[in-house]
């Protein structure tokens, strides 16, 4: 029944391990996230050029979940929104570890999942990259 919490559980006690995210690493491995995002500053500046499948994370970290403009969200997302849920950094790092594990965890609803189905399993570098979202403000 609690499966899905296992890598956010994982994240929590392997934190201390990383406690110094590092943002320039974070920012090379944006790589892997380019296919479905894009970094786009408010005044149209392509901090980072990428997809459209996914929301434009420019202010992400401090933004409540699921509330970028113009992007429509799954039902599970939406859920974590009406809870008001704002990212922080730990939230990012653990979202990226396993989306709908997460979602599911958040929500208190079996049932529920995140549209994003790209999991990164080494929260070393979902650290990294939660830092380098806190960057893009």
Avoid at 7 to 14: D, E, G, S, T
Avoid at 45 to 66: H, I, S
């Amino acid at each position: 029944m609690f499966k899905h919490l296992l890598p956010i559980l994982a994240l929590v006690v392997a934190a201390p391990a990383f406690a110094d995210p590092d943002a320039a690493k974070g920012e090379e491995n944006f790589k892997k996230c380019k296919s479905c995002h894009s970094i786009i500053a408010p005044d149209g500046t392509e901090v980072q050029k990428g997809g459209k499948t996914g929301p434009n994370l420019f202010g992400v970290v401090g933004r409540a979940v699921a509330s970028a403009p113009d992007f429509k969200y799954g039902e599970g997302m939406l859920e974590v929104n009406a809870k008001g849920t704002v990212w922080d950094e730990a939230l990012i790092t653990a979202y990226l570890a396993d989306p709908t594990a997460w979602v599911k965890a958040t929500t208190g609803d079996d049932a529920a999942k995140s549209k994003m189905s790209f999991k990164l399993s080494d929260a070393e570098i979902a650290a990294d990259m939660a830092a380098y979202l806190a960057t893009q403000k």
